[in-house]
Structures are given as structure tokens and as C-alpha cells.
């Protein structure tokens, strides 16, 4: 193809938005923000080797870089509406920047976000989105607002990407039940799902949210942390996919489910008097989530093993594979 790599892109993520005056072509675009809504924005970056491991599909990386970010806007309870996407390739390459963006506007699609702009240089694979989204003032989900009281709870199923991750550097029995169990793990690492629409159904009943993609201790404790409290959490009460409990033992299971990071989904706290308009806000939607846990006076987060012990941060059966 003739195409230029930028035309390539701008074609590929077409998106008619009448929020956009001006799109990709000029030196900078030109957006409308709605009367009466704030802009949220984010940025995440990807780096080949780091944040995903060498060999990736093109197309898997293109949903991935605007995958993490879109789960930045879900967590803030935001709607996305625009993206800029700064693209690092080691050579210029047609077919790699054709898939990628292919992967890229597959996601993109269904949320009706447009990509603007961006820029594409030269040098070691890495790629940078920044997201846009509107929120109403004053109704973003924020990690300051957690209450001593709140229970917390996650959408989805945890662990996954990480196990996905471990399996694909250890070969297992090649039958259908555990390649297929591989397939799934695989997957919620290559395409995580971004959370918007539970992000949104949490407006006005979360007290606090974060999306999870260090770990669920981690990201927890940045909840507890920004919002002056601690937090007790359950390993009994991990949400584990069948793919998980298929492929590894059940403390390996619940260590991939404590630490284990890129599950992009999200972990939010509720005063106990919402939990019913939670359930059914998120039913509606066909969202799962589950209970985890509470928030308690203190800091950090403290985890209760199997038993009912309390479990510490350096202990081997939960900080193994961080
Ligand atoms: P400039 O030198 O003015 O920054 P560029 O040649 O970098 O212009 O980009 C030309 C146009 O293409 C701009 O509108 C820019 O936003 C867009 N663009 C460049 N790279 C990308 C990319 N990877 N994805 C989307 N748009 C891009
Ligand atoms: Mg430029």
C-alpha cells in the first residue's frame, strides 16, 4: 500500500465525532468540551519488554495501549471521548503499524472514541496513549473518599493476566481442557477489558475507586493511603476464574489474585447501606463483581489467609510472585 504509516492510522481509526473540529492532519486538534462537564485525562505508556513481552501481536498491543488507558477513565467513573497516540517503532513498518492500529480501533469502536493526533518517531517499540473523557463535576470516583465501615469489592475475576503471563513461559500438557484454560489467560493479558461501564453504573455509590494494574494489594493500598484508612481482605474471598483454578493450586491461584497485576479491572469501596443498589446497578449491566473485604482504622492492607490467620507482607505465600 501506498498509504503514508499516519494515513494508515487515520484510516483504520476513523471516528465521526461532532466534538471534533479538527482531527489528525494539522499541527494540533481542535475539541469541544461539553458545557457542564469536566475533562478527565490520562496517559500510560508501553514499553516492548516491559509491560508486554516481546513478540505480542501487533493488533494485541493496539488494543492493550488503549485498553490500560481506557481503564484509567473507568476507574474515575468517566466516559471516554478522544485519544492521542504516540507511537516508537524501530524501523518504519507497514504491516506492524496496520495490525496495531486494526487492534487499536477495535476497542476504540464501540466506545465511539476518536483518536485526534499523535506522533510516530523512531527508536526502541513503545507507545504512549493519552485518553480524554467527560464526568460531571464533582461526580468522578476519586481514591480519597473511603470510609472506615465501606466494604470493598472488585468486578470480574482476579489473577488472570498474571497466570496468563506465567503460562506463557512454562509449556503444560497440551490437552483441550488446559489449552484452552491457557487461551483464557492469555487473553485477559493480551485484551483486558476496560471496566466503563461499571465505572459509570458507581458514580454517586462508590466512596472510592482505582482500577487494578499492579496487583490488587498494591492498588488497594493506594486507596487506603490516599484516603487515611486501612483495609482487611480475605484470600478465601478471591474471585477466581475456572481458567485460573484450572491451570495452577490454589495458593498459587490466590497469590496470582493478591499481586498480580494487568487485570484491569476494578476495586472500589461502598458504605454497607449501598450494597444493595450496587448489586443491582451492576446486575443490570451484567457486570460481576464480588465482596473482599472491609475498610477498617489503620493503614495499609492486611490479608487473612485460608485459616483466618493474618498473613504477612513478606511472607513467601503472597508476595512470591510480585
Ligand atoms: P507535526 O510535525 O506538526 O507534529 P506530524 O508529522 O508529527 O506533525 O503529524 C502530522 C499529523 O498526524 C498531526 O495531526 C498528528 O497529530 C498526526 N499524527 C502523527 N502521528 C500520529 C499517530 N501515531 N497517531 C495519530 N495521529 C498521528
Ligand atoms: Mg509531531
Known sequence: MEFSLIECIRALTQQPRDDVRLGIGDD????????????????????EGVHFPPGTAAADIGWKALAVNLSDLAAMGASPAWALLALTLPQPNQAFVE?????????????????????????????????????????????????VGDAVLVTGTLGDAAAGLHALGNP???????????????ARLNR?????????????????????????????????????????????????SPALMALYDDASAQQFALTGGDDYELCFTVPMARLANVQSDLSR????????????????????????EWLESGHAGWDHFA
Open 28 to 47: 494540533a486538534a481542535l475539541l469541544s468540551v461539553p458545557v457542564g462537564q469536566d475533562l478527565a485525562v490520562a496517559i500510560d505508556t508501553l514499553v
Open 172 to 186: 503444560f500438557q497440551a490437552d483441550d481442557k488446559h489449552s484452552s484454560a491457557r487461551d483464557f489467560l492469555v
Open 99 to 147: 495490525d496495531f492500529a486494526q487492534g487499536f480501533a477495535e476497542l476504540a469502536r464501540p466506545h465511539r472514541l476518536a483518536l485526534v493526533g499523535g506522533d510516530t518517531t523512531r527508536g526502541p517499540l513503545s507507545i504512549s496513549v493519552a485518553v480524554h473523557g467527560f464526568v460531571a463535576p464533582e461526580k468522578a470516583l476519586v481514591r480519597t473518599g473511603a470510609k
Open 192 to 240: 483486558p477489558t476496560p471496566q466503563l461501564a461499571a465505572g459509570s453504573a458507581l458514580r454517586g455509590l462508590a466512596h472510592a475507586c482505582i482500577d487494578i494494574s499492579d496487583g490488587l494489594v498494591a492498588d488497594l493500598g493506594h486507596i487506603c493511603t490516599a484516603s487515611g484508612v486501612a483495609a482487611e481482605i480475605d484470600t478465601a474471598l478471591m474471585p477466581l
Open 285 to 308: 449491566i451484567g457486570c460481576g463483581f464480588t465482596r473482599i473485604g472491609r475498610i477498617v482504622e489503620g493503614s495499609g492492607v492486611k490479608v487473612r489467609g485460608a485459616n483466618g
